[in-house]
Nanobody, 122 residues
Framework: QVQLVESGGGLVQPGGSLRLSCVVS????????MAWHRQVPGKQRELVAI???????IYADSVKGRFTISRVNVKNTAVLQMADLKPEDTAVYYC????????????????WGEGTPVTVSA
């Protein structure tokens, strides 16, 4: 059974930093990409950053230069380092593992974590 567990959310002042972590547990053969999304009540979930197994990470324009996504493939872990946080970054942040292959499976599935809240406020 594949599960995603996020950690690291919380309350931070504007200009501050937070580090979100996501660990994918279970018997896994490969994960094509790991991503972070965020959602504010009443709005659609939006992609924040995505890191594939190979290639340059992609970021939403609103977080470029402030957020950094990284993967540790051997540990099935993704980290989102957030700096210079702004009140508009306040949201629930969700980890997403894309095209996860488990032993014996012939097709990949996407999985989501339950989310971790981030609040940026003075």
């Amino acid at each position: 059974q594949v599960q995603l567990v996020e950690s690291g959310g919380g309350l931070v002042q504007p200009g501050g930093s937070l580090r979100l972590s996501c660990v994918v547990s279970g018997t896994i053969a490969s994960i094509q990409a790991m991503a972070w999304h965020r959602q504010v009540p009443g709005k659609q979930r939006e992609l924040v950053a995505i890191a594939s197994r190979a290639g340059t990470p992609i970021y939403a324009d609103s977080v470029k230069g402030r957020f950094t996504i990284s993967r540790v493939n051997v540990k099935n872990t993704a980290v989102l380092q957030m700096a210079d946080l702004k009140p508009e970054d306040t949201a629930v942040y969700y980890c997403n593992a894309r095209h996860v292959l488990t032993p014996g499976s012939s097709f990949g599935r996407d999985y989501w974590g339950e989310g971790t809240p981030v609040t940026v406020s003075a």
